[in-house]
T-cell receptor, first 114, second 111 residues
Framework: NAGVTQTPKFQVLKTGQSMTLQCAQD?????MYWYRQDPGMGLRLIYY???????DKGEVPNGYNVSRLNKREFSLRLESAAPSQTSVYFC?????????????FGPGTRLTVT | GENVEQHPSTLSVQEGDSAVIKCTYS??????FPWYKQELGKGPQLIID?????GEKKDQRIAVTLNKTAKHFSLHITETQPEDSAVYFC??????????FGTGTSLTVIP
């Protein structure tokens, strides 16, 4: 049981390049999330998927797109990277429902855009 | 949207002393308040949480208190140990899909 896995761990992009961050979970969770973490700003929600087939914007969605490929996988795409997107990106998942709301986080992807 | 403020941003304590981290939130509809510990190079990990119908919750050396009227909640760590050194985040959630995080507290426990 690997929990939440993210690839790659590190990435350097030039301005204007595109890339996709991958996230997968093996806990049979319904909901998945993408956050970015910047110094002094905590974690901010980019997009989330409450269940397979649905996605919704979070606090800071501009410049990103997401795909909930199946129940296990939730990818984040940067179509045209900008230096302002330099950040550490975390994927998270949780079981939907009233009883349990804990989010489980992946190890993160450190992205630098030059 | 919700606004969560967290203080202090850094905290140093001697081993064995207590540490307290405080958070305030703005939206009275928030009903779930988790606390996360983040070690260097890792993702945040839940250490304790509290729901709006409870005023206090304790788990061994860690406790969380919630004051709904004042819209603030606090993390208390007693008998601190060097392995408690990490960054701690509070968060607030209204619908359990949108989580709003504080800006983090870097705790250092001095042996």
């Amino acid at each position: 049981n690997a929990g939440v896995t993210q690839t790659p761990k590190f990435q350097v992009l030039k301005t204007g390049q595109s890339m996709t961050l991958q996230c997968a979970q093996d806990m049979n969770h319904n909901s998945m999330y993408w956050y970015r973490q910047d110094p002094g700003m905590g974690l901010r929600l980019i997009y989330y998927s409450a269940s397979e087939g649905t996605t919704d914007k979070g606090e800071v969605p501009n410049g990103y797109n997401v795909s909930r490929l199946n129940k296990r996988e939730f990818s984040l795409r940067l179509e045209s990277a900008a230096p302002s997107q330099t950040s550490v990106y975390f994927c998270a998942s949780r079981v939907s429902g009233r009883a349990l709301v804990e989010q489980y986080f992946g190890p993160g992807t450190r992205l630098t855009v030059t | 949207g919700e606004n969560v403020e967290q203080h202090p941003s850094t905290l140093s304590v001697q081993e064995g002393d207590s540490a307290v981290i405080k958070c305030t939130y703005s939206d009275s509809a928030s009903n779930y308040f988790p606390w996360y510990k983040q070690e260097l190079g890792k993702g945040p990990q839940l250490i304790i949480d509290i729901r709006s119908n409870v005023g206090e919750k304790k788990d061994q050396r860690i406790a969380v208190t919630l004051n709904k009227t004042a819209k603030h909640f606090s993390l208390h760590i007693t008998e601190t140990q060097p392995e408690d050194s990490a960054v701690y985040f509070c968060a607030a959630s209204i619908d359990s899909n949108q989580f709003y995080f504080g800006t983090g507290t870097s705790l250092t426990v001095i042996p």
